[in-house]
């Protein structure tokens, strides 16, 4: 797991941490192994399984598979990208908020692939390109151009239920360092249908 600095990504506002500790949350990705007593039990692609404390009222995101079309100038998302030569933006997936939903504006480092970024911010003009959709994207101090290619996975977060969270599905988690150096989260993010979460 990395720290990841500012908290990023949707999920920091629909699931938001108690003052659990002061340390900056970060992120936790693998598969679930099991879910006891608010205690989450989940193995990374690489290293020993990871013990997370969920607080009690604990929730579910579901993220659903949508088209790009549905991304229209307005939407507020963010994406997982690589830095082009040009200053253009390459999405790795995109994840789109909730409409009235904000959280994690700006351009910052990601640690999904080697020198990936994250940009979360407000979609302003939509172009359909030969690379794919290109998207402005605005956020305080600062805008980029996207370009999301044809192949990217692209998902909306949804409510979803602790019935879904089972031994073997992959789940993504904001989590924060407690006083006594473990980790917590108040939230699992899944895919639907079992998918891998792309952030």
């Known amino acids: 797991m990395k720290s990841i600095l500012p908290a990023v990504t949707?999920?920091?506002?629909l699931m938001p941490l108690t003052?659990?500790?002061?340390?900056?949350p970060?992120?936790?990705?693998?598969?679930?192994?099991?879910v006891e007593n608010?205690?989450?039990?989940?193995?990374p692609a690489d290293g020993a399984t990871v013990t997370i404390a969920l607080a009690k009222d604990w929730t579910v995101t579901l993220l659903k598979s949508i088209d790009v079309g549905v991304i229209q100038p307005g939407s507020f998302i963010g994406t997982a990208e690589i830095p082009q030569k040009n200053g253009t933006g390459r999405s790795?997936?995109?994840h789109v908020f909730p409409p009235g939903v904000k959280a994690g504006e700006g351009h910052y480092d990601w640690d999904l692939h080697k020198g990936?970024?994250?940009t979360n911010g407000t979609v302003g003009k939509v172009t359909a390109g030969a690379k794919g959709r290109e998207l402005e994207v605005t956020y305080p101090n600062g805008e980029?151009?996207?370009?999301?290619?044809?192949?990217v996975p692209i998902v909306q977060f949804t409510n979803g239920?602790?019935?879904l969270i089972k031994p073997g599905i992959p789940a993504f988690l904001i989590v924060v360092k407690t006083p006594n150096g473990g980790l917590a989260s108040n939230g699992i993010s899944i895919g639907e249908n079992g998918a891998k979460p792309p952030m």
């Open 26 to 34: 970060g992120v936790a990705r693998g598969v679930i192994v099991s």
């Open 10 to 13: 949707a999920l920091a506002l």
């Open 116 to 118: 990936s970024m994250m």
């Open 161 to 163: 239920d602790r019935s």
């Open 92 to 94: 790795l997936e995109v």
């Open 38 to 43: 608010n205690t989450l039990t989940l193995k």
């Open 144 to 151: 980029r151009k996207i370009i999301v290619p044809k192949d």
């Open 19 to 24: 003052c659990i500790a002061q340390a900056p």
